[in-house]
């Protein structure tokens, strides 16, 4: 069994995988008479000729060690993670080693940030730490098949 460790998510390390979903240090702009921040596309939308739309997950949540089961990913479309509750989480990734998944990372991801998977990533479930999470989920639907699965033999053990 292949044991990892979690690591403190930065823009950097993360690059490969995707993009953070957090305020930069200034804003881009000062909008609503002078009272709201904009930080302006954090992100961008990969659809692939689909729509995107916007969801609510609520996911069970996990306990380190937390073993990893499963990886996908969306060949046709990024998908967008921001939680909406006030707690740590894990985004669980992969670089794609000939259509299969590589050596999974785990990210601690920090309350108040989301992520931005970048299409055909592969990565694992939504994982809140502890107790259940809801998360604001920004991905693509339409024509084509945006799915793949890869079962994770053995588990990749994830520890802190």
């Known amino acids: 069994m292949t044991k990892i460790r979690i690591e403190p998510i930065t823009a950097d390390a993360f690059a490969p995988f995707g993009d953070l979903l957090t305020p930069r240090a200034t804003p881009d702009k000062m909008i609503n008479g002078g009272h709201c921040e904009r930080h302006h596309a954090l992100a961008t ?60 990372r785990a990210f601690l991801v920090p309350a108040g940030t989301g992520v931005n998977l970048r299409a055909g990533v592969w990565h694992g479930v939504l994982t809140p730490l ?5 998360f604001l989920v920004v991905d693509r639907e339409g024509e084509g098949a945006n799915l793949e699965e890869y079962a994770v033999v053995p588990p990749v053990t994830i520890t802190a």
């Open 130 to 134: 502890d107790r259940p999470a809801d």
């Open 45 to 104: 939308i990969e659809r692939a000729g689909g729509e995107a739309i916007i969801s609510i997950f609520r996911s069970d949540a996990v306990s380190l060690p937390y073993d990893c089961t499963l990886l996908e990913r969306h060949p046709l479309g990024s998908q967008a993670f921001m939680p909406l509750g006030p707690d740590a989480w894990l985004s669980v990734v992969a670089p794609d080693d000939g259509g299969r998944p590589g050596m999974p």
